[in-house]
């Protein structure tokens, strides 16, 4: 559904609808538009369906996430209502992110940097699409997997993406300075940026404005420059605090860290990234270790203008993050489900693989290799493919190879005077059926 604008609720009405119960049908629909967060234009439908006057549950609704306020940035009004989904979905990610689903050795200690290095690419590939990179995921993994020199400014944000990433799992633990934020963005933007004295330094001037790509219109005016180095200060006290005589769960305090920055936009250009980095970052500082797993841009990038929404809503409700709390929210559940079903998906293909060691004189990497060429056997393989494919050096590669050559299994292609490419033989069908 399109943004539209909500009706506008004097603050009296409000406290005059908390002075009486509400009526139990309505008092239904409120929970229902809370649960999710439901902004006006949903919450309208809802009414409507359920033949309520929309104005008459839009005042029930905003009386409701009154009683239940945090306010957690004053100076900007930014504040939000903590609801009973938001409470329940924060306790199973505690369950989850840093407890009983990895102690239960779903990931497998042999598999797990594999894992990391995959989920850490598709981060980074999926960061940079939304912020205009316009390259494939194909192309983008293989210039990654192999260390190629980025071709292009569309390469060149992902490589650094990727680094980025990599430079804040090495220093999860650190608290975060103004001199260490703007570390981060200068490793975002190496090489991207039309001047390259902006990157790693806020903006200079007040001309950034952030618009819908699709109507062209402005949809947020950021704080002006001047204010840009308080708030960069104070953003890092937030982040470092453990202050807890306010109690803000550290998934949601994550996400305000995400929202806060990407509001400021304290830089020309990258604010998006370095804002989901800084996310990235805090969770792994409160433990939740799972996250270095989970590809989260991947789920925003498929409905990016979702995520956009998120942000309007917010504003257009006057700093009112539960939007986007509630849509970040989902989007967490959601790719933890789906690192739990490829997760699943991997360790069934490895137990078939497992069967090839039947042939006797393999090791598991052997047999994984094995089944690609059953697989498709077409295939290609090179020690740098290897290398990438399992996280292992090139002479462990190199010897992996070797060994199949010896069973007679594969069959070695010169591609030019070094390089050499790896192919089923002509007796591996004979070999694998006997």
């Known amino acids: 559904m399109d943004f539209e604008q909500a009706p506008k609720i004097e603050f009296e009405e409000l406290l005059k609808r908390l002075s009486k119960p509400v009526k139990p049908e309505l008092r239904e629909l409120v929970d229902r538009c809370n649960a999710e967060y439901e902004p006006w234009n949903k919450v309208k439908y809802i009414a409507q369906s359920a033949g309520t ?13 009154l009683i239940h306020r945090q306010d957690v940035w004053s100076e900007y009004n930014v504040h939000f209502s903590l609801s009973n989904n938001m409470q329940r979905l924060c306790h199973e990610f505690d369950m989850n992110f840093g407890g ?35 390259t494939t995921r194909k192309v983008a993994k293989e210039m990654l997997r192999k260390k190629l020199t980025p071709r292009d400014r569309s390469q060149q944000m992902i490589h650094n993406n990727y680094q980025t990433i990599r430079f ?24 991207t940026l039309e001047d390259i ?22 949809v947020h005016t950021p704080p002006s420059n001047t204010e840009l180095p308080s708030f960069i200060e104070k953003l890092c006290a937030f982040f470092n605090s453990k202050d807890e005589s306010v109690f803000i769960h ?28 800084l996310f990235y970052w805090y969770m792994l500082k409160r433990g939740y270790w799972l996250t270095e797993y989970l590809s989260i841009s991947r789920i925003i990038y498929r409905a990016k203008t979702t995520y956009e929404k998120s942000f309007i809503y917010s504003e257009a409700e006057g700093n009112d ?45 052997q047999a994984e290799i094995i ?34 050559l010896a069973l007679e299994l594969v069959s070695e292609i010169h591609l030019n005077r070094v390089k050499r490419g790896y192919v089923k033989s002509d007796k591996f069908d004979e070999i694998v059926k006997n």
Do not use: C
């Open 53 to 65: 006057n929309p104005r008459e549950l839009w005042i029930a609704v905003l009386a409701d996430r």
């Open 100 to 134: 009983s689903w990895g102690n239960d050795n779903l990931i497998q200690d042999s598999h797990k940097e594999r894992y990391l290095v995959s989920s850490l690419m598709e981060e980074a590939i999926s960061s940079s699409q939304m912020e205009g990179a316009a």
């Open 168 to 191: 804040i799992v090495d220093n999860k633990h650190r608290d975060l300075t103004p001199e260490l934020l703007m570390q981060v963005h200068q490793l975002m933007t190496d090489g």
């Open 197 to 218: 004295a902006d990157s790693g330094r806020i903006r200079q001037d007040d001309k950034v404005v952030v618009m819908n790509e699709i109507t062209g219109d402005i």
């Open 250 to 277: 550290p998934i949601i305090r994550a996400i305000i860290v995400h929202f806060m920055l990407a509001y400021a936009h304290p830089f020309v250009d990258g604010n998006g990234r370095t804002a989901r980095a």
């Open 321 to 365: 993050i539960g939007y986007f709390i509630a849509y970040n929210l989902r989007v967490l559940n959601i790719a933890f489900k789906e690192l739990q079903a490829y997760i699943i998906r991997k360790n069934r293909e490895r137990d078939a693989a497992q069967q090839y060691l039947k042939l006797g004189g393999l090791n598991s990497r």
């Open 371 to 404: 089944k690609i060429f059953a697989d498709n056997p077409k295939s290609m393989l090179t020690v740098k493919d290897l290398q990438s494919r399992f996280n292992i050096s090139p002479t462990t590669a190199k010897a992996d190879l070797t060994g199949l």
